[in-house]
């Protein structure tokens, strides 16, 4: 079975500063998908960024960027030029390629932007 | 991306009454929708999968009497609570994806927060 796994309940940042966000995966396939997902207060889920498993570039979102470290199986986020509405809970997410059930997630990592 | 709307989105019901929920996708057509019940402070967690035009499959512990799905067409699912209880009171979820395209990504509706008093 997949599992994810963020180990980072909690972190902060000052606005303007670079933050990384952690997760790391368990699965035998070769072919899934990995996403990050935004849950601001108003718990609306909003996708940040996707990478598809056989791309060996990191995806990139204006500030918003990926560590994937397939060999590792680890996806790290990267936020720089943090800013104040970047405040939200990051869920990391996994699905197998071609899957039809859900997303994996993980426990999400609490993130607070500070001023 | 794609819109999925979900209503209403709080609902405050008397206990031992129903509520419904609707899940709509409204510019693509959503094979499977995905219901999530979310506790404070704690991830999305999966209550049930369905398929247009078939049976919810229930995740397990999830009551399907008490849960009821209705995904009757390709952009509308339902979830109704059924004589609600004070414990049912949470966040709810749902997501909606075209499973014919090889695009595996999920879209969110707004939620919905349900207290039950």
């Known amino acids: 079975a997949q599992t994810v796994t963020q180990s980072q309940p909690e972190m902060s940042v000052q606005e303007a500063e670079t933050v990384t966000l952690s997760c790391t995966y368990d699965?035998?396939?070769?072919?899934?998908?990995l996403f990050w997902y935004k849950q601001p207060p108003s718990r609306q889920m909003i996708l940040v960024i996707r990478q598809e498993a056989y791309k060996q570039q990191n995806a990139t979102e204006n500030r918003f960027s990926v560590n994937f470290q397939k060999a590792a199986k680890s996806f790290s986020l990267k936020i720089s030029d943090s800013q104040l509405g970047d405040t939200a809970m990051y869920f990391c997410?996994?699905?197998?390629?071609?899957?039809?059930?859900?997303?994996?997630f993980g426990k999400g990592t609490k993130l607070s932007v500070k001023p | 991306g794609a819109v999925v709307s979900q209503h209403p989105s709080r609902v405050i019901c008397k206990s031992g009454t129903s509520v419904k929920i609707e899940c709509r996708s409204l510019d693509f057509q959503a094979t499977t929708m995905f219901w999530y019940r979310q506790f404070p402070k704690q991830s999305l967690m999966l209550m049930a999968t369905s398929n247009e035009g078939s049976k919810a499959t229930y995740e397990q512990g999830v009551e399907k009497d008490k849960f009821l799905i209705n995904h009757a067409s390709l952009t509308l699912s339902t979830l109704t609570v059924t004589s609600a209880h004070p414990e049912d009171s949470s966040f709810y979820i749902c997501s909606a994806r075209d499973n014919r395209l090889m695009n595996t990504e999920a879209f969110f509706g707004q939620g919905t927060r349900l207290t039950v008093v």
């Open positions: 997410a996994f699905i197998l390629g071609g899957s039809q059930g859900n997303l994996i």
């Open positions: 699965t035998s396939e070769s072919n899934y998908y």
